[in-house]
């Protein structure tokens, strides 16, 4: 391996320290090496925070060595005001006479602009450098700059006969587990690593879930609930205003008369092209990622609109027999497998256009 991409390899795994934490910004890890030596090393801190940059440059000790250093970066230092100053100028500032940078940032108020302020200040830039793997690092990022929509992550288990659920009964909602413990477990740290999360009417009628990261440590996700008529009891967890919470209605329902802090509602029309609407309002909250748990119906409706980036697919060993089918997938290709106790824990991507050519 060259000796670029030893270092760009571990600020790949400094940024992934950021996950779920960077929202809006992207995660982005740097490492500053002097003599064959690293002398700093940082990540995104929380929106509103320092930069990789800034924090890498901050934690040198010795900054006379700067002068000498090379700076490894995951992603185009900005060149913009925004909540922090640019970190093109503290690259310049600090008199940083090399860097290597992993991918260009597509965002328009960078978009190359970073690279020309560091060339222009005599700064030799080396671009490229495991650009593939630095894309995929900031995927969620990348979504929303270049599709202008969130990056979507289909989420469901099924029995090893293919159902989602058994047969309807009456009773009180409850979750019925078709996994064991240790997946569980592995979704709810998957729900802090994604902005939004959001499910169907019947999954919270029958369910009634929180849809909260409490089985690990980090930030709750953000709830969409697609429910039209706004037919979900008020008793249910989706309702406590706990947690930023979006109900999709349709365009004529009236919004409920109590006061809410951290809920709100957002018309659709449901008669036509319900996916493609979901998303321009999640793009309109700035929501980078949305994990969809939602029932077959909810998931077949993405999956059909082709409006999907990576599915995570839960297997048992169970058989139910009979119940409600699990979404089927089309044009698609297996990126990952692993098995948790028992279950079986597959990733699929759709297919690139000129697979399918």
Known sequence: ???????????????????????????????????????????????????????AIESVKDKSLLKVATLYVTLEPCSHYGKTPPCADLIVNSKIPTVVIGTMDTNVEVSGRGVQKLSAAGIDVILGTLEEQCVALNKRFFSVQEK?????????????????????????????????VYSRQLVHKW??????????????????????????????????????????PRQLHLWDDSIPTIFITSANQVSPKE???????????????????????????????VLIEGGT????????SGLWDEARVFTSIE???????????????????????????NYYEPLAREDTL
């Open 1 to 55: 391996m060259k000796i670029h991409e030893i270092y760009i390899k571990r600020a790949i795994q400094l940024a992934k320290n950021g996950l779920g934490n960077t929202y809006p910004n992207p995660m982005v890890g740097c490492v500053i090496v002097a003599n064959n030596k690293i002398i700093g090393e940082g990540f995104t801190s929380p929106a509103g925070q320092n930069h990789a940059e800034v924090n």
């Open 148 to 180: 202008k929509r969130p990056f979507i992550i289909l989420k469901w288990a099924q029995t090893s006969d293919l159902y989602i659920s058994p047969d309807k009964t009456q009773g009180e909602p409850a979750p019925f587990w078709i996994t064991n």
């Open 191 to 232: 729900r802090t690593e994604e902005q939004a999360i959001l499910v169907g009417t019947q999954t919270v009628i029958s369910d009634n879930p929180k849809l909260s990261a409490r089985d690990w440590k980090g930030n709750h996700p953000i709830r969409i609930v697609l429910d039209a008529n706004l037919r979900t």
């Open 259 to 289: 006061l809410y802090t951290q809920t709100s509602f957002e018309p659709i029309d449901f008669s036509k092209h319900i996916a493609e609407q979901i998303i321009t309002i999640l793009y309109k909250h700035k929501i980078q990622s």
């Open 297 to 304: 119906k909810t998931l077949q409706t993405f999956i059909n």
């Open 319 to 345: 058989n139910l027999g009979k119940g409600t089918k699990a979404p089927v997938l089309q044009n698609y290709k297996s990126s990952l497998q692993f098995k948790l106790n028992q279950d079986t824990v």
